[in-house]
């Protein structure tokens, strides 16, 4: 297995293969992930939902975000490790969104970022990030930073503005030189319209089969899932909940520690 960069994205969809990618937020799980051949790792700001108990994304901070970082950064040698930009890291002003990307990278040892809106936006954030040489993926669709402002986690661009709306902000990002471009729940049609008209790949969650790549949310395809997108690969939330009860009852029992789990 040789190392995943960012420019490997683009060369990926050239060449006409597809990307596999999960989130991790930390060591266990990025090792994991890691030998298992996944293109890259994405340390998402679900980390807030998924494993932190949050009903969202916002109240992630850069000093949480860091603390997974490291973690993963630490397991992985294969998969590309990308850092999410938290709510409110790079949104006030250029140079505190510049000095927050390299934080990510200097001090969590993340090999790129990903930060959520169009370029109409953010493009001046995004080339700033690019040109102190840190590799940046954008995100489209459904972004849960801005849940509020869309009255909470429901489908995007299903309006013809809002399709045209992505279509082009899609092909902004890719102009920019993003190595790659999140769909987040958009219909399955929209997404293979932005696939077909970006040089970068498209990386699919809830938005259909013609993305160039897919993620999703490592917990969910653990048995953690509720959403129509995900898809559960092994109930390990089951297969935990049964050793917890079968540990409980063999200290209740006696049945544990047996003798070979002692020292003589
Ligand atoms: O935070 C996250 O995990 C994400 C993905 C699921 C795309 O942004």
Known sequence: MGKITAP??????????RLALLTAYDYPSAKVLDACDVDAI??????????????????????EMLHHVRMVSAATEHALVIADMPFL?????????VR??????AEGGAEAVKLEGPPSIFGDTIRAILDIGIPVMGHLGLTPQSIHQFGGFK????????????????????????FGVVLECVPADLAADVTARLSCPTIGIGAGHACDGQILVMHDILGWGFTRFTKTYVDV????????????????????????????
Do not use: W
């Not at 890291?89 to 969104?97: C, L, M």
């Not at 995007?156 to 082009?168: D, F």
């Open 155 to 178: 489908v995007q661009g299903k309006k013809p503005e809002q399709r045209e709306q992505i279509l082009e902000a899609a092909m902004g990002l890719d102009e920019l030189g993003c």
């Open 89 to 97: 890291s790079y949104q006030i002003s250029v140079e505190e969104a």
């Open 8 to 17: 490997c994205f683009r060369e990926r969809k050239l060449d006409g293969d």
């Open 237 to 264: 939330k089951a297969a935990m909940e049964k050793a917890f009860k079968d540990y409980v009852h063999d200290v209740r029992s006696g049945a544990f520690p047996a003798e070979e789990h002692a020292y003589k």
């Open 42 to 63: 994405l340390v998402g700001d679900s980390c807030a939902m998924a494993v932190m108990g949050r009903q969202d994304t916002l109240s992630m901070t850069m000093d």
């Open 100 to 105: 927050n990307a390299g934080r990510l990278v």
